[in-house]
């Protein structure tokens, strides 16, 4: 199989309401992403895009909107979604736009801009549900994520002060982020466990907030990587998975959607032991208890004990096993698509030694990032090395 | 890595102009059912990963993919949604099986235009919503503007489009997937009531409801599910600008680039002689000489004459739309490029029935993805 390789990286900051257009946002974001390994947009032989709902943006066919901006004139071009998996997932779709032999070097972008919702981009996930018998409900994403949060929480005796640890430490670290919109580096326990119930169990400060923003990346098959840059980070393995759409009939307390894909990657990687073998981690962590939820269905952490981890401080940039080093989604912000593409981006910076103030000590080799979305039903996992 | 993919099963639902007692679910479902028994296959076992191509505001629902795997049997399987054309998608089942990751993969497209209350509307939405959409262009306003400058530059009839709804409106007279077959005159569709000068209502195509499933296999496993595959020789899609203020009005670049980078996959030097028949978008009518012309099939303002000749005919020397085309068949919204797909795939097999076109050895389908884009996708396939 072809060996592809992530060369370059750029993103926005990310905001909670940016003036630019979504076109001129993915247009940031590509020149950043080809300036950064001094490729120019003629170089480029596809693209593939990540945006998730058209209803944010309020356009029809959003990826046609967005195609010029994001560098697609006249080139082969395609948009991929699934949900809130999405940013994770459209490296993905540029790995086998490359892989498959069609293409040498390909331009991935992710966008989204939320905030043309107005007032508030939480009206436009009404419309995710089903239209018959979910809709006339309302449900509103926050509930349904209370009650995931909930019966994790039920099913292995967790605390709230437990889950609210994660986004402490992801708050914290992202204060070290040049684009982050929501880095704090004095935040306490308290201030999470404090702050507005949304629907109980979750509290304001345990939700990354809506924000706009984007991120692109560059991928090189194997022989034009290495002359691109002398440090390519190889796309070592993917993997995806969807689980059915009756979401009401799942387990909520595990992910198994995660772990199917994690398996998938992991055997395409030659992973036999995750827990050694990955260096550093960016699950998708919108909620903090989600961050918990994907080590576990990751395989990183035994079902029902990945918040020990992080009260005994193994998560941290310093840990062991280092866990949203970024910042997340948490920290960072979750423009959806932009912020799975943005872990992308920074497995990428962390492997080269180049995430400056966040850098992981000790030479991380391997690291994972991962996205989930849709009704709690689809997990994207990429793993990536030097 | 796999080196060759071919098509193994097909199976479609419909077409029909209103399914009131079918959920999109359920047509899908059918369509899937019946790919699978003429792939020969279980999709829970034998099939490793799904592509189906949606749009949100045609489906009334956000995130769409969300609704996809349960009635493909694709549970907790890797699946994902490319916003685009079923050739996109086609496309893409290509690419994934050209890894060498996947061995099996199934791609789903369907459209249930019935459902949609405010179509035009919904389109509408496409537009750019700063610069376009206050202008409140009516969405075949746009096609119309791109068909006036088509005729402009290369002396085109009007007559000579009008031909091209007769030709495809006969041919679907024996389709019997196609609800819009009828024996039109050109005085019936050039009489049409004008919509957007020069577009007339009779050049317009209705919509339609119906779903597609198609299944692909490595050249390895092939041999496994069928004996009369059909092989993909080329693949190729492109977008041209987005933005109705500078792109190139008149022509189909999309085509033209996207057919090239298939015709280069293929090995293809003279795709003219090489290609047997092919099925082209023709939602608007001059569409169809349009992309022919991009293409390359034709020279500039020669479609229409060929046209009026009988050149793309049944039984002409190239063969155009021989299902009916979107014209016969209904406009299908993003599963038009899966139903070209399909119909080539029939003829390669001998399968299309009273329409079998005699000696046929390789078929290319174009499609495009409808106003207000300029974005279109190109499958070459091969019986041998």
């Known amino acids: 199989m072809r060996k592809v390789a992530v060369v370059g990286a750029g993103m926005?900051?990310?905001?909670?309401?940016?003036?630019?257009?979504?076109?001129?946002?993915?247009?940031?974001?590509?020149?950043?992403?080809?300036?950064?390994?001094?490729?120019?947009?003629d170089d480029i032989d596809a693209v593939c895009l990540?945006?998730?709902p058209d209803s944010f943006d309020g356009v029809h066919m959003n990826g046609e909107y967005l195609s010029d901006g994001s560098g697609a004139w006249r080139k082969p071009f395609m948009r991929s979604y699934v949900g809130g998996g999405t940013g994770v997932f459209v490296p993905i779709q540029g790995w086998y736009h490359v892989a498959s032999g069609l293409f040498d070097i390909v331009l991935v972008v992710a966008e989204e801009k939320m905030s043309s919702y107005y007032p508030h981009a939480q009206a436009a996930f009404l419309t995710i549900f089903d239209h018959t018998t979910e809709r006339p409900l309302k449900p509103n994403l926050l509930w349904i994520f209370a009650l995931e949060m909930n019966r994790y929480m039920q099913t292995y005796g967790i605390t709230k002060a437990e889950i609210a640890h994660v986004a402490v430490k992801n708050k914290r670290n992202a204060a070290d982020h040049p684009c982050a919109l929501l880095g704090d580096p004095n935040l306490t326990v308290e201030d999470v466990l404090n702050s507005e119930v949304l629907a109980w169990p979750v509290n304001r400060l345990d939700v990354s907030p809506v924000s706009d923003g984007a991120v692109a990346v560059v991928l090189a098959v194997e022989h034009?990587?290495?002359r691109i840059t002398d440090k390519p980070v190889w796309i070592e393995g993917v993997g995806w998975n969807l689980d059915t759409a009756h979401w009401?009939?799942?387990?909520?307390?595990?992910p198994r959607y995660v772990e199917f894909a994690a398996r998938m990657a992991y055997e395409m990687a030659g992973i036999k032991e995750p827990r050694r073998e990955i260096h550093i981690v960016e699950p998708y962590d919108p909620f903090d208890y989600k961050e918990l939820h994907h080590l576990e269905g990751l395989l990183l952490a035994d079902r029902g004990k990945a918040p020990q981890?992080?009260?005994?401080?193994?998560?941290q940039r310093d840990g062991d096993l280092p866990v949203c080093p970024s910042g997340g989604l948490l920290g960072v912000g979750n423009p959806i698509a932009a912020a799975g593409l943005m872990k992308i981006a920074e497995i990428f910076w962390q492997l080269r030694g180049e995430a400056g103030a966040r850098q992981v000590p000790g030479q991380p080799k391997r690291g994972l990032a991962q996205a989930w979305g849709d009704l709690m039903q689809v997990g994207t996992v990429v793993i990536m090395g030097r | 890595m796999h080196d060759r993919v071919a098509i193994i099963g097909v199976g479609w639902s419909g077409f029909r102009p209103v399914t009131p007692e079918l959920s999109y679910k359920e047509l899908i479902y059918e369509a899937a059912v019946k790919a699978y028994a003429d792939a020969n296959l279980d999709p829970r076992k034998d099939i490793e990963s799904f592509v189906t191509v949606a749009e949100d505001f045609y489906e009334g629902t956000s995130i769409f993919d969300e609704y996809t795997p349960d009635q493909l049997g694709a549970v907790l399987k890797p699946v994902h949604t490319i916003g685009g054309d079923g050739l996109h998608g086609l496309a893409t089942a290509c690419m994934l099986i050209l890894?060498?990751?996947?061995?099996?993969?199934?791609?789903?497209?369907?459209?249930?235009?019935?459902?949609?209350k405010t179509l035009p509307q919904v389109i509408g939405y496409a537009q750019d919503p700063i610069l376009n959409r206050p202008l409140r262009f009516n969405n075949h306003f746009i096609p119309g503007l791109d068909m006036n400058r088509y005729l402009f530059d290369t002396g085109t009839s009007l007559e000579q489009c009008a031909s091209v709804i007769v030709k495809n409106r006969r041919n679907a007279l024996v389709n019997p997937s196609a609800p819009y077959g009828a024996d039109l005159t050109l005085e019936d569709v050039l009489s049409g009531e004008p919509t957007a000068w020069p577009l007339n209502s009779h050049q317009i195509a209705h919509h339609a409801d119906g779903a597609i499933v198609i299944v692909l296999a490595s050249a390895d496993r092939v041999h496994s599910f069928t004996d009369?595959?059909?092989?993909?020789?080329?693949v190729g899609w492109c977008n041209d600008s987005p933005a109705l203020e500078n792109r190139e009005w008149g022509e189909a670049i999309y085509a033209r680039e996207a057919a090239r980078m298939a015709f280069r996959q293929a090995g293809m030097l003279n795709p003219g002689r090489a290609i047997d028949f092919v099925e082209v978008d023709d939602v608007y009518g001059y569409k169809e000489l349009q992309s022919l012309e991009a293409m390359g099939f034709f020279r500039r303002g020669e479609a229409g004459k060929a046209t009026e000749e009988g050149f793309t005919h049944p039984d002409g020397e190239l063969p155009v739309n021989v299902s009916g085309g979107s014209q016969g068949f209904g406009d299908l919204l993003d599963a038009n490029g899966l139903a070209r797909a399909l119909e080539v795939v029939l003829q390669l097999r001998g399968e299309a029935g009273p329409r079998q076109l005699e000696s046929v050895s390789t078929g290319l389908a174009q499609s495009w993805r409808g106003v207000p884009s300029a974005s279109g996708a190109v499958v070459i396939m091969s019986g041998e």
């Open chain 1, 248 to 254: 009401t009939n799942r387990d909520l307390a595990y």
């Open chain 1, 12 to 41: 926005t900051k990310f905001v909670r309401r940016a003036l630019e257009t979504g076109k001129e946002l993915s247009w940031q974001a590509a020149r950043m992403a080809l300036e950064s390994c001094e490729l120019t947009i």
């Open chain 1, 50 to 52: 990540g945006t998730a």
């Open chain 1, 224 to 226: 034009v990587a290495t």
């Open chain 1, 309 to 315: 981890m992080v009260v005994d401080g193994v998560t």
């Open chain 2, 99 to 116: 890894t060498g990751q996947f061995s099996v993969v199934a791609v789903e497209g369907h459209s249930k235009a019935s459902n949609v």
């Open chain 2, 228 to 234: 009369k595959p059909v092989w993909v020789t080329g």
